[in-house]
């Protein structure tokens, strides 16, 4: 079945860095695309980023590009989100979420496993 | 960037009903129309891929029709666990975009 689940959230000051991590079991990370979503408070889902299987194309929101960074290790089935600059509009909880294809010819675009969630609160 | 727009925002029903969301993009998507369940505290569950294709495990009753701009996500026969919040989301092109929701709530 699959299992995500997210690290390192916590509470920054604004424009501060939070590095979260998403590590993956029960399915073979290296051959799916992985997405990462938030949801602020009381508000809806709001796509943040995605990388292809083999990490070889990412794509961005443009509320977050350019401050944020999303890089996966297949060696480690791991996916990380290196946040810098951060706001306090960044305030919400950030899942990550697997796609049901890996990316390129395989695109599929719908999430089928979804981590728990860690939040991240940006207060000064 | 593609606006999804659902409606209503929220629906009060009874266990048996019949609920229908509606899901309009700002453009044509074709097929690429996704749909989610999410209950308070949760993380959002998927149930219909590529505008009608039910996701494995996803009972029979929920069903999802349309193509271009105009989607529909079907409930026949409302159940006490399908009481939560339903987004849909466009896999067209990114930036990909969620819906604002729809709740649908006891009556």
């Known amino acids: 079945q699959g299992q995500l689940v997210e690290s390192g959230g916590g509470v920054v000051q604004p424009g501060r860095s939070l590095n979260l991590s998403c590590a993956a079991s029960?399915?073979?990370?290296?051959?799916?695309?992985i997405h990462w979503v938030r949801q602020a408070p009381g508000k809806g889902l709001e796509w943040v980023a995605v990388?292809?299987?083999?990490?070889?194309?990412?794509y961005y929101a443009d509320s977050i590009k350019g401050r944020f960074t999303i890089s996966r290790d297949n060696s480690k089935n791991t996916l990380y989100l290196q946040m810098n600059s951060l706001r306090d509009e960044d305030t919400a909880v950030y899942y990550c979420?697997?796609?049901?294809?890996?990316?390129?010819?395989?695109?599929?675009?719908?999430?089928?496993?979804w981590g728990q969630g860690t939040i991240v609160t940006v207060s000064s | 960037d593609i606006q999804m727009t659902q409606s209503p925002s929220s629906v009060s029903a009874s266990v048996g009903d019949r609920v229908t969301i509606t899901c309009r993009a700002s453009?044509?998507?074709?097929?690429?129309l996704v749909w989610y369940q999410q209950k308070p505290g949760k993380a959002p569950k998927l149930l219909i891929y590529?505008?009608?294709s039910l996701q494995s495990g996803v009972p029979s009753r929920f069903s999802g029709s349309g193509s271009g701009t105009d989607f529909t996500l079907t409930i026949t026969s409302l159940q006490p666990e399908d009481f939560a919040t339903y987004y849909c989301?466009?896999?067209?092109?990114?930036?990909?975009?969620f819906g604002g929701g729809t709740k649908v709530e006891i009556k």
């Open positions: 979420a697997k796609d049901r294809g890996g990316g390129g010819g395989s695109w599929q675009g719908a999430f089928d496993i």
């Open positions: 029960g399915f073979t990370f290296s051959t799916y695309g």
């Open positions: 990388i292809w299987y083999d990490g070889s194309h990412k």
């Open positions: 453009q044509g998507i074709s097929s690429w």
């Open positions: 590529a505008a009608s």
């Open positions: 989301q466009q896999a067209n092109s990114f930036p990909l975009t």
